[in-house]
């Protein structure tokens, strides 16, 4: 019997992954030893107040993404990491970090609630300046994570321990979206999606250097943004260069046909140099590319995957600062 791996078949039938950043106000991620069952927050380390807390939020449908994180470390320390990630408003670069050592498991929730509430809890540590990796390793959701992403992760604290990026640590998560682009990872606190990730073009996304077009393949897109206006960050991206990782963004769907298949959007940045510009595209449904097939390696049936062109595009604004003397 041929084993069905989804990661495999995406790759074989060419699927362009961007467009697939899922778009999130809050990440909470909680530092929580393997294994994971399929349902992460039904493992046997999770507590049951967090597990109701995580049903809470689910019924209430917040934009608010809960997720089990883990090191090589973690079964052996006596502390939880907390890590909350919250968007920032209006033109950003991504998300603001609270970070938070717990003595015991049990009062992540506790803390999240408070948080959720709008009150920022005091057991707040700061430690600076530091970008989290994410790695989706959770193989009994899907066996692609196992497959791709463990080997991934392993390969990839070497990475990160050659090139002395000490402000980098990298974690293995459990299922974030997008496992038929195994190994996938988010990287905070820009909030970026990438896919189908080997460790060449991780070292260019961790130092920001090399040939950009390398993103092409690898980029799933930007969290912050929705998904369609993705698509029109990419082409941006691509044509600013590594720059583009500096300026301040913002981004908005500004009308949609009802078909679908032709969407207005808008786009503005402020570059390093404080210029603001606002970019209107129109996005066409690319028939060509536009994909029927299996999402997950346990998918029974097909899912259609539309993908959006970028047909047409013009600069509404453009404004240079003025510097007095």
């Known amino acids: 019997m041929n084993t069905f791996f989804c990661s495999d078949h995406a790759r074989e039938v060419g699927e362009d992954i961007i467009g697939s950043a899922t778009n999130y106000k809050t990440y909470i991620l909680v530092e929580c030893p393997q294994p994971w069952t399929y349902e992460a927050f039904q493992s046997k380390w999770v507590p049951n107040n967090l597990q109701v807390l995580v049903e809470e939020v689910r019924r209430a449908r917040l934009p608010v993404r809960f997720l089990l994180i883990a090191n090589n470390y973690s079964h052996k320390v006596d502390y939880t990491t907390l890590l909350i990630y919250q968007k920032q408003e209006g033109m950003s670069r991504g998300y603001k970090k609270y970070e938070f050592k717990l003595s015991h498991i049990e009062q992540v929730a506790g803390v999240v609630k408070e948080y959720l509430w709008g009150k ?9 300046m530091t970008r989290d990796i994410l790695v989706c390793t959770h193989g009994s959701h899907d066996q692609c994570c196992a497959r791709y992403g463990s080997p991934f992760y392993f390969h990839a604290r070497g990475t990160i321990t050659d090139l002395q990026l000490d402000h980098v640590r990298i974690w293995k998560s459990s299922h974030f979206g997008g496992h038929r682009f195994a190994p996938t990872a988010i990287d905070l606190p820009d909030g970026r999606y990438y896919g189908v ?33 993705q698509i029109l960050e990419r082409e941006l991206m691509l044509y600013h260069g590594w720059d583009w990782f500096n300026y301040q963004v913002a981004g908005k769907i500004i009308q949609q046909s009802l078909d679908n ?29 536009t994909l029927e097939i ?7 049936e097909n899912s259609v995957f539309v993908k959006y062109g970028v047909d047409s595009m013009r600069i509404l604004c453009n404004k240079v600062p003025t510097f007095s003397n």
Do not use: M
Request: glycine share 8%.
């Open 120 to 128: 920022i809890p005091d057991h707040e540590i700061d430690t600076g």
């Open 197 to 229: 990730l080997n460790q060449e073009s991780l070292r260019s996304i961790l130092t920001r250097t090399g040939d950009i077009e390398c993103l092409r393949k690898v980029y799933r897109g930007w969290g912050i943004l929705p998904t369609p206006v």
């Open 261 to 289: 298949n032709t969407i207005l959007a808008e786009l503005s940045f402020e570059d390093s140099r404080g210029s603001l510009f606002i970019y209107e595209a129109k996005l066409v449904k690319d028939k060509t590319r």
């Open 294 to 300: 299996k999402g997950s390696c346990n998918a029974k």
